[in-house]
């Protein structure tokens, strides 16, 4: 199956200065694949410091705006993959995550891995177009 590689400028240009060979979006068929998303401030590119709460509330924001970019929006999205770098964030992710998908949460997995060192959560997620 054919995919179509969607570059996001703002958000793209972002990844790439953090040294990730990577695109910030693809469709392929009917459905939108999202890189791991930082937090990227998606007015200025720059990666948004503080607690989990913040960043996690950036990543939320960029990947709406890449969403967006793909025909797409959070009602939309049917899996997530979340990063983390400390189990004890999980709640304070917790707390934002759930405000962007009104009770209709998609299905989830959540990892915690090594530290970055730059910022301490990134999310990606799979949606359908339209």
Known sequence: MKHEIIEIPIISEAIRKLGA???ALARVGGLLY???MPPIDVKTGEIVKGDIATQTRACMEAL????RHGGSSFDNVFKTLVFITDNDF???MNAVYRDYFN???PTRSCVTIKPWTHFDIEIECIATVG
Not at 64 to 67: D, I, K, V
């Open 21 to 23: 060979p990577t695109s």
């Open 90 to 92: 999980a709640a304070g």
């Open 64 to 67: 709406s705006f890449t969403l």
């Open 34 to 36: 999202t890189c791991g």
């Open 103 to 105: 009770g209709a949460f």
